[in-house]
C-alpha cells in the first residue's frame, strides 16, 4: 500500500492536461467511483488495525493533494483554453484606425511660408481683434476710406479715436513688426482675416492671407519683381511666368497686381483663366514712405517692398476647387480629399 501511495504522489506530481476534458478524466482515474485512490480507501478498511492511524494520514493526504492537483490543472486549462479558443481569426485584415489629415488651407499655408522661408523670411504674426490704427491708420488709409465704414468692417467697438476691429487684412501684422524689430526686416505674415461680405462661392466673411514685407537700404521694384517670380516658379511651377499691372493700395507706391500664367492650360486659355492664359494671385508694391515713417523708420535710407495673397485663392487654383465655402464646411467628404495632398 505504501508503495502504491508514493507511486500515486508522484504520478499527480507530474500529471498534465492540455483541456478541461483531459483534467476530468485523470479526476475520474485517481478519485472516481472505480479511480486509483477510491480503491486504495477500500484496501484500507482491511488493513490491520495498528497500521490504521500511519495510512490513514497518509491516505488523506494523498486524496487531498489529488483534489487539489486536479483543481489547479482545471484552472490552468480553463485559461489557456479561453485564451486559444478561436475566437478571433488572426488572418482578418485589421480595422482602419480614421486618421484625420491637414486642411488644404493649411497644406497651402504652410507651403507659401516654407517658399519664403527658403528666401530668409522669418514668420510674424499677430492680434486677429486688432485696433484701427494698426490696420488702417499705420498703413496710410485716408480717414474717410471706405474700408473703414461698417459695411466692409467688423468692428468690435465704435465711438472712440481707436476702435477695435476684426483685422481685414495681416499688413497689421506688417506694422507691429516695423514697430517692434531692428532692420533689415524680412518676414511673412500668415493668418486668418474678417471682411464684412454676404457669403458666397467667391467671397466669404472669413479668409486667411499670406502677406509679406521686406525692409532694407537699396530696396527696389526689380528685387520684389524677382522675389514675386521666384516664388511664382515654385508654388506653380518652373515654367510659370508673372506679369504685373498697375493698381492702387493706400500702403505701397507704385502698386501691382499679380498674375501668373494659367498651369493647367499652359497660357493657351481654359475655362479656369477665363481665356486669358493668366490668373491673378496676390496684390503687391513698394512700401509707402508715409507707412514706414508711421513707424518710425527714415524713408530716405530705407525702402522696401510688401504683397499679399490669398491661401483660398492660392488653393482654389491649386485644386479647382470655386466654392470658397466648401474650405468652412468642414464637410468630411471634401477634407478627407485632401488626406494625401502634402505636396503639391
Ligand atoms: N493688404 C492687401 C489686401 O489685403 C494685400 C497687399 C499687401 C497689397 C501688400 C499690397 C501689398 O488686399
Not at 63 to 70: L, V, W
Request: aromatic share 10%; proline share 5%.
Amino acid at each position: 500500500m505504501k508503495e502504491s501511495i508514493e507511486k500515486i504522489f508522484k504520478e499527480l506530481e507530474e500529471l498534465k492536461a492540455a483541456s478541461q476534458k483531459e483534467a476530468e478524466e485523470a479526476r475520474i482515474r485517481f478519485l472516481g467511483k472505480k479511480g486509483e485512490i477510491t480503491a486504495l480507501m477500500d484496501q484500507f478498511r482491511s488493513i490491520a488495525p495498528e497500521l490504521k492511524r500511519e495510512y490513514g494520514q497518509k491516505l488523506n493526504e494523498l486524496k487531498k493533494a489529488a483534489m487539489a492537483r486536479i483543481e489547479e490543472l482545471k484552472a490552468c486549462v480553463g485559461e489557456a483554453e479561453a485564451s486559444t479558443a478561436p475566437k478571433e481569426d488572426l488572418s482578418m485584415p485589421g480595422d482602419a484606425f480614421p486618421l484625420g489629415s491637414r486642411h488644404p488651407v493649411s497644406i497651402v499655408r504652410q507651403q507659401i511660408v516654407d517658399i519664403f522661408r527658403k528666401f530668409g523670411y522669418d514668420v510674424a504674426e499677430g492680434p486677429e481683434i486688432e485696433d484701427d490704427y494698426h490696420v488702417f491708420e499705420a498703413l496710410n488709409f485716408p480717414p474717410n476710406h471706405p474700408a473703414r465704414e461698417m459695411q466692409d468692417t467688423f468692428f468690435v467697438s465704435t465711438g472712440h479715436v481707436n476702435p477695435l476691429l476684426l483685422r481685414t487684412h495681416t499688413s497689421s501684422v506688417q506694422v507691429r513688426t516695423m514697430e517692434s524689430q531692428s532692420l533689415p526686416i524680412r518676414v511673412s505674415c500668415p493668418g486668418r482675416v474678417f471682411r464684412n461680405e454676404a457669403i458666397s462661392a467667391r467671397a466669404h466673411c472669413i479668409f486667411h492671407q499670406v502677406e509679406g514685407l521686406y525692409i532694407d537700404k537699396n530696396v527696389t521694384f526689380a528685387d520684389l519683381k524677382q522675389a514675386i517670380l521666384l516664388f511664382a516658379r515654385e508654388m506653380f511651377g518652373a515654367d510659370s511666368q508673372i506679369r504685373m499691372r498697375p493698381s492702387y493700395f493706400p500702403f505701397t507706391e507704385p502698386s501691382a497686381e499679380v498674375d501668373v500664367s494659367c498651369n493647367i492650360c499652359k497660357g493657351k486659355g481654359c475655362n479656369i483663366c477665363k481665356g486669358t492664359g493668366w490668373l491673378e494671385i496676390m496684390g503687391c508694391g513698394m512700401v509707402d514712405p508715409n507707412v514706414l515713417k508711421a513707424s518710425g523708420i527714415d524713408p530716405q535710407q530705407y525702402s522696401g517692398f510688401a504683397f499679399g495673397m490669398g491661401i483660398e485663392r492660392i488653393a482654389m487654383l491649386k485644386w479647382q476647387v470655386n466654392d470658397l465655402r466648401h474650405y468652412f464646411e468642414n464637410d468630411m467628404r471634401f477634407l478627407s480629399e485632401f488626406s494625401t495632398a502634402t505636396e503639391v
